[in-house]
C-alpha cells in the first residue's frame, strides 16, 4: 500500500545528464529495498539500479560508473542522477520499492537520449 510518483523524466542529447526523483507516500517500514528498472520497446525490464534502508546499493553493469542512486534523510524519495548519457539508455524508467513479499510501482517516466 504503498504510492509511488516518478518525475524527471525528459528529452536530453547524448552526453548529457538527468536526475530522476521518486516520493514514496504511505505506510512505513523499516527494512526495504527502493530500485529504478527500466524497459525499452522489445525489450525486457531491467534494473538499473537499487539501494536498501541500509543504504548497500546496487548497479547494473550498463550504468555503472555513471549513475548514481541516493536517497533522502528521511527515506521517502529515492534519486537516479545520470550522467553520460547514450541513446541505449532510453527507456521508461519505473520506481520500485520491495519489503518483505510486497511490492509497489510508480506509473513510469520517460527517458529519451537523442539528437
Known amino acids: 500500500q504503498v504510492q509511488l510518483v516518478e518525475s524527471g523524466g525528459g528529452l536530453v542529447q547524448p552526453g548529457g545528464s538527468l536526475r530522476l526523483s521518486c516520493a514514496a507516500s504511505?505506510?512505513?517500514?523499516?527494512?526495504?529495498?527502493m530500485g529504478w528498472y527500466r524497459q525499452a520497446p522489445g525489450n525486457e525490464r531491467e534494473l538499473v539500479a537499487a539501494i536498501t534502508s541500509g543504504g548497500s546499493t546496487n548497479y547494473a553493469d550498463s550504468v555503472k560508473g555513471r549513475f548514481t542512486i541516493s536517497r533522502d534523510n528521511a527515506k521517502t524519495t529515492v534519486y537516479l542522477q545520470m550522467n553520460s548519457l547514450k541513446p541505449e539508455d532510453t527507456a521508461v524508467y519505473y520506481c520500485?520499492?520491495?519489503?518483505?513479499?510486497?511490492?509497489?510501482w510508480g506509473q513510469g517516466t520517460q527517458v529519451t537520449v537523442s539528437s
Open positions: 504511505g505506510s512505513v517500514v523499516r527494512f526495504f529495498t
Open positions: 520500485n520499492v520491495h519489503w518483505g513479499n510486497r511490492d509497489s
